[in-house]
Every structure is written in C-alpha cells, then in structure tokens.
C-alpha cells in the first residue's frame, strides 16, 4: 500500500509565508512525477506545480515567482515553500504523486489534504 500524507498547513496573514510537506510511505518502487494541486471551496481542483522525478518543475501561472515545489528523494518528501501569500491562495493543499509499486504497475496517489487558510 502506498500512502501520501500532507502536513504543514494553517492559518497565515496575507504575505506570510508557510511551508508544506508531504511524506510518501509504502510499497514504493520508484516515484516519478511529484505535484501539489488545491481546491478552493465551490471551486475545481486546480494544479498548482510539479516536479519531475530529473528535478524539472513547472508552476502555475497564479504561484509562478512565490512557491518552491522540491523533494528530497532519499526521504520520499516533497514540499512547497509558499511565499507571498495571498487570500486568493485560500484552499486544501492536496500532494499529488505517479508511483510504481512494480516495475510495470505505476498509478497516481493523492493525499487526504492540508488546509491552506490566508487571511487577516
């Protein structure tokens, strides 16, 4: 079994800042693509960046120049530094992974998610 468990999130004034992680555990063979999506209430899921088992990331554009995604693969977490908050970024953080169990049996796992509150 593979299990993806978020933690980090809270409540941050508007321009602070806050730090998620989330920790893979499980029957991991291999971790391919890594990512961090939220979901606002009455709102779609939306991406918010990924970052590729070679180190290459990609954000949207609504986080571009304010969050850092990275993992450290030696303890199968992945984080994202959110700086510059806004209360437009107000939403449950959910971590997003493509994980092969097998050498041939790879799926997407997500978290149960962190709440992400910005406000005054």
């Known amino acids: 079994q593979v299990e993806l468990v978020e933690s980090g999130g809270g409540l941050v004034q508007p321009g602070g800042a806050l730090m998620l992680s989330c920790a893979a555990s499980?029957?991991?063979?291999?971790?391919?693509?890594m990512g961090w999506g939220r979901q606002a209430p009455g709102k779609q899921r939306e991406l918010v960046a990924v970052?590729?088992?070679?180190?290459?990331?990609n954000y949207a554009d609504s986080v571009k120049g304010r969050f850092t995604i990275s993992r450290d693969n030696a303890k199968n977490t992945l984080y994202l530094q959110m700086n510059s908050l806004k209360p437009e970024d107000t939403a449950v953080y959910y971590c997003n992974a493509e994980i092969a169990v097998g050498a041939l049996r790879s799926y997407n796992y997500w978290g149960q998610g962190t709440q992400v509150t910005v406000s005054s």
């Open positions: 499980g029957s991991i063979f291999s971790i391919y693509t």
């Open positions: 970052i590729t088992n070679s180190g290459h990331t």
